[in-house]
């Protein structure tokens, strides 16, 4: 039998589960003071909820769960595909969010302000930074079309990121309302609009040249490319410029005030900027998109959205709703790479005893758990390499019973 975990999963030692578990329980900590709620959903979706919620590429990534018994030989025996499914397993933490609201709404408050930290999976190629099975940190607010809501879980993510010890970092934030606006004005056609985001949403990875490619294979007229093209050459374009490139937009005051606002309340700590690129890969997202981005480590650390029709597909009115998710499993690396200590975490200590004296090793053991986290080991015969195995897991010193007065630090 294998040894290792299946591909894309990992296990965690000691040292990184206490890192994992206080990096979550700090996240949670901020969210619960600024008034957020913890909830918890099933793993297992159902896989029409799945496929109907338009969450882009994720939607080829579902862990699909196959019949069971007589339902499963029937489905196979009908010769479609498609039928042998009719569980799945959470690819993100929205769309479960967006059944558990229209299934419990009559007993929520509204608007409902929610945590949500849980494992999700996708059917992901397993490398580097892509996990079959990982951790993600979300607030949510349902029940609320205010941009306030936005501000909110704007300034409610920093605050958690600040607080696992990630800074430097700046808020980047779109509407995809207005960007729809802008390319109507670069002459692309609204029945291409979708297909043409999904494209510029591969800029960061592609670059001008690949998303100039990708338009032409579509068959997107020629003219308008070239003259998109220039338009992406003057990136990053202001919300003044987008304001006389969209004169009277909404969308743009909107922005606008979500911005001024954030930078106002970030006090110095972090930037909040207007970023036309940015579009994010879920279908479902309406309007407000916003994404985090650490300028130590070049890489987005979260993101998230207003989803105005997501509930909708499950009750027969519109619900709006916006949400910020933390990229907790790349935070996780960072922290690791960096060694990090969790802030306020007490010392752990080995605690070395003879074999027969357990009893007074006991009470003694008792007494120092007053000031640290303390774990009662018989002294093994090689006791420098146990030693040096402790201190990789995490551990701050020892004391050997009857030998010490005083514990000894690594």
Known sequence: MKITPVKGTND???????????????????????????????????????????????LNLIFKIMKRGDKLTKALNSGDPGAIADLGLRYDLTLPLSRYYANNRSRLPSPFKV???????????????????????????????????????????ARALLAIGIDHFKVKVNDRRLLREILLGAGFEQKDLDSVCITFDKLSKIG??????????????????????????????????????????????????????????????????????????????????????SVDFGSSIAGGGRYDNLIGKFVKDQVPAVGFSIGFERIFSILMEKKSRQGDRPQTIAL???????????????????????????????????????????????????????????
Not at 228 to 249: T, Y
Not at 357 to 382: G, N
């Open 208 to 293: 001008p040249e690949g998303v100039e490619k990708e338009l032409q294979n579509k068959e997107i007229d020629p003219a308008v490319i070239r003259d998109f093209m220039r338009l992406l050459a003057d990136a990053p374009l202001s919300l003044e410029q987008v304001r006389d490139l969209c004169p009277g937009s909404e969308y743009v005051e909107g922005l606008s005030y979500v911005i001024e606002t954030s930078n106002r309340l970030a006090d110095g700590k972090y930037t909040a900027e207007y970023d036309m690129t940015l579009v994010r890969g879920q279908g479902y997202y309406t309007g407000t998109v916003f994404e985090i981005e």
């Open 352 to 410: 070395l005893y003879d074999e027969a004296d357990i009893e007074a090793a006991v009470r003694k053991a008792e007494e120092l758990r007053a000031s640290y986290r303390t774990a009662l080991f018989i002294r093994p015969k090689k006791t420098g390499k146990f030693l040096n195995r402790l201190e990789e897991q995490g551990f701050d010193g020892f004391l050997v019973f009857g030998k010490d007065e005083e514990v000894r630090t690594f």
């Open 115 to 157: 945590i949500q930290i849980d494992k999700v999976y996708r059917a992901e190629r397993p490398q580097r930074g892509r996990l079959r099975e990982f951790v993600q940190c979300d607030i949510d607010i349902l029940g609320s079309d205010s941009l306030n809501c936005e501000i909110e879980l704007i300034h409610t993510t």
């Open 12 to 58: 965690y030692l000691p040292v990184e589960a206490e890192l994992r578990e206080y990096l979550q329980e700090t996240i949670c900590r901020i969210y619960e003071n600024c008034g957020f709620q913890r909830i918890f959903t099933p793993a297992v979706e159902d896989i029409e909820n799945l496929d109907k919620s338009e969450g882009g590429d994720n």
